[in-house]
Structure formats: C-alpha cells, structure tokens
C-alpha cells in the first residue's frame, strides 16, 4: 500500500532535511548500520502516520485560502404561460429566472493574512513532525542495531566463557583423578561454576533474541527473532569537533514545531483582535424574472446587483472578546511551551557531551582492566596446572573477574554509540547542517 501524501513530502527527506534525519549515520564507519536504519525506514508503520498528518495539514492550508476568495452561487429557473385573454393569438410566453448570490471579505485590517500565516505554519509544524519522526526512527533504529550487535558479541564471549569453564573442569578433575592432592570440593566448586556459564548462554540467547526482535518490529518485519548483525560495534570516525555551533539545536524538530506553533499561536491571536473591528464585505443577491435569457449575463446587470455593506462588533460582544482573550492567552502558553523545550534540549545537549568524555575515559580504564584480568587469568591456570598454586577459588576467580571486565567493556562501547546517537538526537542532525529556516509566510 503506497503512503498516502508521502510523494508531496519526499524533500523533508532529501537535501538538507534528510542530513538532519539521517546524514549524521556518515560519522560512523559501518555500511550495514546505514543499510539498517534505510530498511526501517522504508518499512515502519508510524512514518507512514505520519507522512499522513503532513498530507492532511497540506490540504488544510490550501481549503483556508478560500477565505479570501469571493463566494457565488447561482440557481436559474424557467417557465412557460398562457396568456388569459383571448385577444392576442401570441397568449404564450416563457420567463427565465436566475438567482445569483455572492459575498466577499475585503481584507481591510490583514486578519485574513494572518490566519493564512497561521495556516502556513500548521504545514511547516507538520513538516518538521514528520522530519523529527525520521530523524527519531533514524536514532532507534542505529540504536537498536548496535544493541543487537551488542548481545551477539555478548553471546560469544558466553560462549567462550562456557568453553573456559568445561577446560578447567576437565583440569580439576584430571588432578582429583591422579591423586594431585586437589579435594572432591574444588571438582564441585568446578561444576558450579560451568553450570552458572550454561545457564548464562541460555541468558544471552534470550537477550539476543530479543534484541533481534526489537529491530525486526521497527523495520516492520514479524517478530521471529531470526535477524542476525554484524559481529563487530560501528566506529565512530571521529571525536566531537571543538566549538559546536549553537545555533544547531535550532533545527530540532520539536523546536522547529514549538516555534511554528508559537508563531500561528501569535498570528491567529491577531486575527481574533481584528475580529473585533469594523469589517467591509461585499454581498448581493439578484433575481428577478427578465425576458431574456441574455439579459442574466449582461455584466452591468450583476453588478448593480452588488452592494457594499459595513458592519462591526458590538462593544457587548462578549463571544468575540472572550475569543480573542483566549488566543492571546494561547499565545502566551506556547511561549512558555518554547522555552520549556529550548531548556529541554539544551540539558539533553549538555547531558550527552558530558557523558562523551566521561565513557571515553572509562573505555580506556576498562581496556587495561581487561588486558590485566585476562593475564591474571592465564596465569590462575598454569599455576593450577602446574601445582603451584592448589586453590582453585583463585582460579575461578580469576575466571571470573576477566569475563566480567570483558561483558563491561562491550557493554561500555554500545553505551558510547548510544551516546553519541543520542547527542546527535539533541543537536538535530550531524555537527555541521545548517538550520531550516522556519518560512510560514
């Protein structure tokens, strides 16, 4: 089923709209991560939502520009009578009819002007919806992709750490066997430890599965859990450049929408003012009966038939100051809604920087932590092996600590991306798209 109004809004994901929803995927180094958030977005039902509203709010900006057109209507009528005297053989004649209704506002004091403002920025608040929508679906969908990388990795090392577990399984109890001087206890303490590895495979394929769902149902695939993702985490091909425009976050979407909202909120409360001022219209009706058919379309004939008319609100009108109180007041609260989202955003911003730093910190402490865990592992174990050292809670420990600290540090690299996606979130886009300027006039 074709989107329905999607082909009038193809440029919000074209040109530089499209670099806001989804050019920033070009400062990560992974072609399947940009081939994933296409697949999504060619498939997901809520775009397609709205796509729809975008379409919707096209259509009710062109049918309020008919408020400035002249309205007529005509209806005509004929009929056939028959002379009552007897005196004239030429007794029958035909009357025609045409009655002929029109009225048009003249636009004195430019209300009309300003609730086709109005009207342009609803379309505009649309566009950047519908703008923000791709550029959120972008966002989880990168997301959701590098999350079910994430749980393949995790899925490995599960893997791997069960195979560990099995080879000092079979260590220990080769040495209980050959009298080595190491208890039924550590043989058990030994079979604990590969049960736990077991049931965390089991852990990780859940996970994995479930990862693989929540992409499949953002791409608008079924459920089934079948999908499968690279076996290494996108790169980020370079840091956050110094010195960040400011003026990016202007081309938020939910801005962009908070500022077109504002502006129509401002436009209509101008209109509701002018409401309350003399108004000129012009309306006419014509309809007599005329002996000619001709004479109905003769241009002097209609337009002595129009007349001009001034009326104006009354000062006890109170519909109509209680109208315009309440749009004024309705501006008022889309100012404060702007500058709830500005601050918003800004924190969002903030936020996400100040996490850039501190998890780039943290991935080069846990790198060391692994590289130091995995030698003392190795090294429980040829001490094991060797005699040197009878405690086999060292070398389960051991054991322990190194696959902990490598879950931590895949674990610690998707948090990474999923910063930085979400930085990008917060500014709008990349790091150097300008804004779209918002235009409703």
């Known amino acids: 089923m074709a989107w329905i109004g999607l082909d009038r809004w193809q440029a919000a994901g074209e040109g530089v709209e499209g670099s806001i929803s989804s050019g920033w995927l070009q400062d990560f180094e ?41 309205a007529i209507s005509i209806e005509g009528s004929a009929n056939a009578s028959e002379a009552a005297t007897k005196a004239s053989a030429a007794g029958k004649g035909r009357r025609y009819g045409l009655a002929l209704a029109a009225s048009w506002e003249v636009d004195l004091w430019g209300r009309l002007r300003d609730l086709n403002a109005a009207d342009d920025a609803d379309e505009q608040a ?27 990795q995790l899925l490995e090392l599960s893997r791997s750490t ?36 077991q049931r965390a495979v089991k ?40 010195g960040i425009p400011a003026d990016l976050i202007e081309r938020r979407p939910d801005l962009v929408v908070a500022r077109a909202e504002l502006f129509a909120s401002a436009r209509r409360a101008d209109a509701t003012r002018k409401a309350l001022l003399p108004s000129l219209a012009l309306s006419g009706r014509a309809g007599p009966f005329v002996p000619h058919l001709a004479d109905l379309l003769d241009p002097k004939w209609l337009a002595g038939s129009i ?40 924190r969002e911003v903030e936020s996400a920087l100040g996490a850039d ?21 190795k090294q429980a174990a040829r001490d094991y092996s060797d005699g040197v050292n009878d405690d086999i809670l060292r070398v389960l420990e051991s054991q322990s600590r190194a696959t902990n600290a490598r879950s931590g ?33």
């Open 126 to 152: 649309a566009r950047a919806t519908f703008r923000g929508a791709r550029l959120s679906l972008a966002a989880n969908a990168a997301k959701s992709w590098c999350d079910l990388i994430t749980a393949e």
């Open 203 to 242: 852990a990780t394929e859940q996970l994995r599965d479930e990862a693989a769902r929540s992409y499949e149902v953002l791409s608008g695939r079924y459920p089934s859990a079948s999908m499968r993702a690279g076996r290494a985490l996108p790169i980020m091909k370079k840091d956050i450049p110094l």
């Open 357 to 377: 730093r501190s998890l780039a910190d943290q991935e080069a402490l846990l790198v060391r932590e692994v590289e130091q865990a995995a030698l003392a592992e």
């Open 409 to 441: 540090l895949i674990r610690l690299r998707n948090e990474r991306l999923q910063n930085r996606i979400d930085l990008h979130l917060a500014l709008g886009g990349d790091f150097a798209t300008s804004p779209v300027p918002l235009d409703p006039s």
């Open 307 to 346: 007349a001009g008319n001034f009326s104006q609100a009354l000062d006890s009108d109170s519909s109509l100051r209680a109208t315009a109180r309440a749009a004024v007041a309705a501006n008022e609260a889309a100012v404060h809604d702007y500058t709830s989202v500005a601050l918003e955003a800004l």
């Open 162 to 197: 069960l195979d560990a577990n099995e080879r000092v399984l079979r260590a220990v109890e080769r040495l209980f066997k050959g009298g080595a001087g190491q208890g039924a206890l550590d043989v058990q303490l030994a079979r604990t430890n590969l049960a736990a590895a």
């Open 30 to 70: 992974d072609r399947a991560l940009k081939k994933a958030v296409d697949e999504v977005l060619a498939g997901n039902s809520d775009l397609k939502v709205a796509a729809s509203r975008m379409s919707q709010a096209r259509e009710s900006r062109i049918a309020g520009r008919s408020r400035g057109l002249p």
